[in-house]
Every structure is written in structure tokens, then in C-alpha cells.
């Protein structure tokens, strides 16, 4: 067989190099192997700690012949990762035609070589395969082939050709650019499960070095695939202090690590759509919060281990943005402007979390519920509370609700135990047809239940309470919608949680919601006071208003003021 050569690139981390080498040397054909070490310099502010563990690793590499031949280039300057794996790769793999990739917190299993050579071998003529990955965190069933294909190409032990890595780009704005033109965002983002997107853009400001990225990047662009084994052939020991990574490893424990060879035979090379899934699942599953981080720490506190390794280095480079991160920015012409650039609601994994963030609250395992958010304390709404039991009194111990956009029941579940028993509950809600759907079947109880319309709702339970809570601002047409409910004459409307902006015309903006609920951004209005209420002066009266209960920023981009109001209305006599 023909060998491809090794590369492994270390700097100053003598304890990691020494496990990753030792790993390498008792790896199946590493006597037959050749090794190429890439000895990164130091920074010219290097400290005397820095200094010392750059000489111990180098120390360490010269220690023994780790396999058949090893050649040693040591650098007097400090290149950085991402230029040395550049640079590093391009040499050899010119050179020798193809090439196996390793960096100093990479530990291979035994089975490491043959399976990256056997892969290398067999799909050398095939130009759809870009590379050939190691490490699988994402998908270890039943239902898993021994090795697979998804688009994503590997960077915790990898191989390649000459030919492919001849595709590289360094230019990330030009990669960028290509992406957008081809409409490939959203599957570059994995369905919006993971913001991929915004690494390039901090590749392109300088906020981060990543060869990684960009080689991604290029897989997408150019349709190629990387294969995979079932049980992974390395595992990554560059978590916790003196980490390149930093933050918690949330990997190792999805990692089943290989022992024996891997069988690699030649498959179909198409992107296997299971494995996908698994795949978007498991990245999404690295960015959620441990129930430990969730009940510990503050969400700005918190937000940089929920992100998986590749992207800690951006968070410790950007501040993070006052009142746990929501954002509303820009001022668009149009809804469609603003949708442009948004990924909306229609990702599945945001429905899945709040089902379950539901489901906890109405089995009794958490105590309340707000966008998926779990609360270990009630959160009530005490001016929601008080007016229903104010309209329960008046109505005969009766509250027959129409809750327009009420998710899966946060607003019923929220408040529900406040409302005493002896008040005939019947809480109605209207929303998209996916969650009328999973609503009915799972979350559904005596009072509690879905409707995929308002009419539908108002014709089979005779409502005359409407609910508006956190949801006129996403509406395309708010102000038609406004329109509409005049004609079902609510005896009482309760509006909560709606944005306005000081002073201004109503606008629209874009907003990101923080990773720690999940990952989305969306159009959302915010509306001139005066404005949205000649909506109802003509048949409602204000019987009172109050400022709704919110944590976010107070000062859109231009530093007008934004804020957060309701309303009690109630139809003209």
C-alpha cells in the first residue's frame, strides 16, 4: 500500500503533544509511516511561560522515532494556527499527492492509519469526495452504516488529495459572497440549527484565524462530501484550561471510539440523510445549556459554554450584548426586506424544544415555560393574572379565552394555577397548524385547546376574550389583522408584551434571538404608540395600561428608546 504521509502541527502545549504522539506511535502501519512535524514560533509578546512550553514540546517531538521517519521543521516566528495548517498542508500534500492531518490534542485509536489510508485508496479517483474525516460525535445506531457521507468535511484529524486541497480558498468574503449567491446559507447552517454563517464573517473581520471555515465553505460550494466512520478514529483532548478550544467538552461523551479496523468499502457517495439529521440534532444538542450551567449561572455568564469548541475563541473576542443578548437591528422598508435575511420560525427543532420545555411544565417537572426557556420559580404575570380574575368576577366565574399565538400554552401554563378552581376555565389557542397539531395531540387537556383559526375558535367556543401577547409584532399586516378581530366583537381585548419605539414612525427590524433559547432571527415590528391605538379607539376603550414585565435592551442601533406595554380594552357600550 501506498502510505500517505502524516502532518502534525503542535506549539506550545508539551502535555497534549506528548499523548497525541504516543497515541500515533502504537497506531496500525505507523512503522511504515512518515511523519512530518510542523513546530509553530512564538508571538513576539510571548511570555517566560509560553517560552518554556514551546521548548518542552519541541523537547518532546525529538524524544523518539515516532514512526518510520520523521522530519521536524521548527519555526522562528509565530505563524498561528490557521497559516501553519495552510502552508504545512499545502508543502506536503503537493508533494506527495495526498495527506493525513493531525494537531497537537487529536488522540487517535489504533485503527486510525489504515482506515485513513484505506479510505484515501479507495475513493481517490472519486472528485466528489473532498476529504475524509475521523471523528463522529453525531450518529453511532443501529441505523448507521459503517462509514457514511455528510457534507460537512472533519477538522479533529482529517485526510485529503492534491486535487481537492487545490480547491482552497483563503478569501472568506469571496466565499461569503459565493455562498449568498447561491442561496446555500441556510444549508451552510445547518437548517439554522448552528451559525456557521457568522464564523466566516468574524473570519472576514479578523475577530478569529480558522482554516476550517473556509474549508467548509468549499465543500458546500463546489457539492463535495467528506466520509466518515461509524465509531470514531480520534478523539479531541484540547478542553478546559490550556485548551485551544476552551469551554466544556460537550463531545466526548457522544463519541464511541473505534478499536478495531474499520471496514471501508467503496459506497455510493451521497450525503446519507439520517446521519444529516442525527448530525443537525447533535450540533443543536451541544448548544443548549447543562441543567447544572442553566441553574447556576446567568445567561450572559453561561452563553460561551453553550457554544460547541470550534467558535469559543469568537465569544472570548466579542462582548456580549447587555440584556441576555436580543437584538432588534436595522430599519427596513418592507416585511420582505427584513424576511430576507431572517431564518424564521419554520426550523423544526424550534417547535421540538418547546414542546418538550412544555411538556416538563405540564407533567410538573419544571415550574414555568417562556420561548422554551425552562424556570425552576413560577413566572407569573401579575397584570395578566389580575385582569382575568377581574373579567371572572364580572362574567360569573366564567373566562372563555381565544389566546391568538399562544405557542403550545406558555401564557395558560404561566398563569393557570392563580386562577382559582372555582372559575370554568376554557382557554382556547390559535396558531400555525404544526403546533395546532402537536398542541392537540400532546399538550391538551379540560381546559386547555387549539384551533388553526380564530374563526374556528370564536364559532365553536363563543370567546369574548382575546389575548394578544408577545405576537401582534410578528405579524406581516398587523394593523390588517387589527382590522379583523373588530368583526368578532371580544367583549375584553388583553394586550401584553408589545413593542414600541419612542416617538418614531413604526419600524421594522430584524430580530436575533440569544443562542441560550435558540437559534432564530425574524422580522418584528416595533410600533408608535399613538399609532397602533387609532386601531381600536373606534369601538374599544382603554380601560388601562400598564409596562409589561421584560428584560431586554431599552435602545434600538440609533438610540431611540424601545419599550414594552399592554393594555386592557373594552368594546364600546
Not at 457568522?198 to 468549499?218: C, E, P, T
Amino acid at each position: 500500500m501506498n502510505l500517505a504521509p502524516i502532518v502534525l502541527f503542535v506549539y506550545n502545549r508539551p502535555r497534549h503533544t506528548g499523548q497525541t504522539l504516543n497515541a500515533l506511535a502504537k497506531n496500525d502501519l505507523a512503522d511504515q509511516s512518515v511523519l512530518f512535524i510542523y513546530a509553530d514560533g512564538p508571538k513576539n509578546d510571548a511570555s517566560t511561560e509560553t517560552l518554556e512550553n514551546i521548548k518542552k514540546t519541541r523537547n518532546i517531538i525529538k524524544q523518539k522515532k515516532w514512526c518510520k521517519e520523521v522530519f521536524i521543521i521548527e519555526s522562528d516566528t509565530n505563524k498561528g494556527l490557521a497559516n501553519s495548517i495552510i502552508s504545512g498542508v499545502t508543502e506536503v500534500v503537493n508533494k506527495y499527492g495526498k495527506i493525513i492531518v493531525l494537531e497537537d490534542d487529536i488522540v487517535s485509536s489504533p485503527a486510525f492509519l489504515r482506515y485513513m489510508n484505506d479510505a484515501l485508496n479507495v475513493y481517490e479517483d472519486n472528485q466528489k469526495v473532498i476529504s475524509v474525516g475521523a471523528l463522529n460525535f453525531f450518529a453511532t445506531d443501529n441505523k448507521v452504516n459503517e462509514t457514511f457521507f455528510v457534507p460537512i468535511p472533519d477538522c479533529w484529524g482529517w485526510a485529503t488529495w492534491k486535487n481537492r486541497w487545490q480547491l482552497f480558498e483563503p478569501n472568506a468574503q469571496l466565499l461569503l459572497n459565493r455562498l449568498r449567491e447561491k442561496g446555500l446559507i441556510n444549508k451552510f447552517n445547518l437548517n439554522g440549527v448552528f451559525n456557521f454563517e457568522s464564523m466566516l464573517i468574524d473570519q472576514i473581520k479578523g475577530n478569529i484565524s480558522s482554516w476550517a471555515i473556509r474549508w467548509q465553505a468549499v465543500a458546500y460550494l463546489e457539492d463535495k462530501l467528506t466520509l466518515y466512520p461509524k465509531y470514531s478514529v480520534t478523539k479531541n483532548i484540547g478542553f478546559g484550561m490550556g485548551g485551544t478550544h476552551g469551554g466544556v467538552d460537550r463531545f466526548s461523551k457522544h463519541i464511541k471510539f473505534a478499536v478495531e479496523k474499520i471496514n471501508v468499502e467503496k459506497i455510493p457517495v451521497e450525503e446519507d440523510p439520517y446521519v444529516t439529521q442525527k448530525m443537525i440534532k447533535g450540533y443543536w444538542r451541544t448548544t443548549q445549556p447543562s441543567p447544572l450551567i442553566k441553574t447556576k449561572l446567568k445567561t450572559r455568564t453561561y452563553i460561551k459554554y453553550l457554544l460547541p469548541p470550534i467558535v469559543n475563541k469568537i465569544y472570548r473576542k466579542i462582548k456580549p450584548h447587555r440584556n441576555n443578548s436580543i437584538l432588534w437591528q436595522g430599519n427596513f422598508k418592507d416585511w420582505n426586506e427584513a424576511k430576507k435575511i431572517s431564518t424564521g420560525y419554520e426550523n423544526p427543532l424550534i417547535l421540538e424544544k418547546t414542546k418538550n420545555a412544555i411538556l416538563k411544565v405540564k407533567n410538573e417537572e419544571a415550574a414555568s415555560e417562556r420561548d422554551s426557556v425552562l424556570f425552576e420559580h413560577e413566572q407569573y404575570s401579575w397584570p395578566i393574572i389580575t385582569y382575568l380574575l377581574k373579567l371572572a368576577i364580572e362574567n360569573n366565574n366564567q373566562l372563555n379565552i381565544i389566546d391568538f399565538g399562544g405557542s403550545l400554552g406558555s401564557s395558560y401554563f404561566q398563569n393557570r394555577n392563580m386562577i382559582p378552581d372555582a372559575v370554568k376555565l376554557s382557554w382556547n389557542i390559535v396558531e400555525q397548524s404544526q403546533y395546532v397539531e402537536i398542541g392537540n395531540k400532546e399538550i391538551t387537556d379540560n381546559k386547555l385547546h387549539f384551533f388553526y383559526s380564530i374563526s374556528e375558535a370564536h364559532k365553536k367556543t363563543g370567546a369574548d376574550i382575546l389575548l394578544l401577547s408577545s405576537v401582534l409584532q410578528y405579524l406581516e399586516k398587523p394593523y390588517e389583522f387589527l382590522d379583523e378581530i373588530m368583526s368578532y366583537s371580544f367583549k375584553y381585548i388583553i394586550i401584553d408584551r408589545t413593542a414600541f419605539i419612542d416617538d418614531a414612525a413604526d419600524r421594522i427590524t430584524v430580530q436575533t434571538v440569544p443562542e441560550s433559547i435558540y437559534k432564530a432571527t425574524y422580522p418584528a415590528w416595533f410600533f408608535n404608540e399613538n399609532n397602533f391605538l387609532n386601531s381600536f379607539k373606534r369601538t374599544y376603550n382603554i380601560v388601562t395600561e400598564f409596562d409589561s414585565q421584560v428584560d431586554y435592551s431599552t435602545l434600538a442601533e440609533d438610540g431611540t428608546r424601545l419599550y414594552w406595554k399592554g393594555f386592557l380594552l373594552k368594546i364600546n357600550a
